[in-house]
């Protein structure tokens, strides 16, 4: 895969989309962190080239995406989940989507064809499409399209030697769609490559099942956060906008954000070097 560091959506209709350039920093509790979500974001109907304009604009190959189907509901209409997934289709030839079931740490069985996502909508839909799964019991990917992870371990979920550094090494492009405040798994593994002080990992034994045969894992992971230590969702997200990483629109309130995870490596480990906290602060 050629690594693509280039920034687009430079075509797209300044009127029409309000791209965000910087957004005003303010300290937050760890509580607010987690469970802030822009309540007083009004979302409207929205013109649909204008979600158009942006997807076309990036010329990746590849796109790992979050969508939010309540925000893109009200501003598209329709069917939501067709309304996302087959313009992401179009404009991508892999889309790679969360398929988190946090319930492993629980039933200790994880099955790859069988055991639906837990984490969104719209990952439960995309389920159904996904022609490929990682057989990670915790923080699975579903893949539609030829993109894989040919020599990644998987029962490590956030080494530099899983899925997650192969998409950081691949400069994969991540785009959140309809979401709150920006998502992004990739900075689970940002900390861990960054050694922060406030996380650690864990083992967890169970039982996988993949193409008709079961076998015991031991799986490798973050300990369950306790709710100590919260991402600063809000300052990230204008951080790397007000440094030109991190590119974020608003369509009529419809937020849409696109960064890659090279880039966002790079930027954020600079930041951690000097302040071990950035990422909570």
Known sequence: MIRNTSHSCRSAPRRAIQRVTHLPKTAWCSATHYLYKQRRRSVGPTDETLLDAILEGYSDEVVFAHVGLSDVNTALGGNPYEAV?????????????PGFTKS?????????????????????????????RTPDPLHSILVRGSYRFPDCTFQDTFSPAGCYGQLSDD?????????????????????????????????????????GSTEPITQRTYSKNNYLYFWNRRGLRDDMVAAGVLDHYRLDGLNVMGVRAGDMEAFLADRIERDPYYLVR
Not at 88 to 97: G, I, K, P, Q, Y
Not at 116 to 125: M, R, V
Not at 182 to 209: F, K, M, N, W
């Open 104 to 132: 492993f740490r629980s039933t200790r069985r994880f099955d790859v064809d069988e055991t639906a996502p837990e984490l969104g909508a719209f990952s439960g839909l995309f389920f159904e499409d996904a022609d490929y």
């Open 171 to 211: 400069n994969v492009l991540y785009l959140n769609i309809g979401t709150p405040w920006l998502v992004s798994t990739q900075l689970h593994y940002i900390e861990r490559i960054c050694d922060v002080p406030y996380v650690s990992t864990v083992e967890i034994e169970g039982e996988l099942a993949a193409a």
């Open 85 to 97: 997934a087959d313009r992401l289709n179009r404009a991508f030839e892999s889309v790679l989507v």
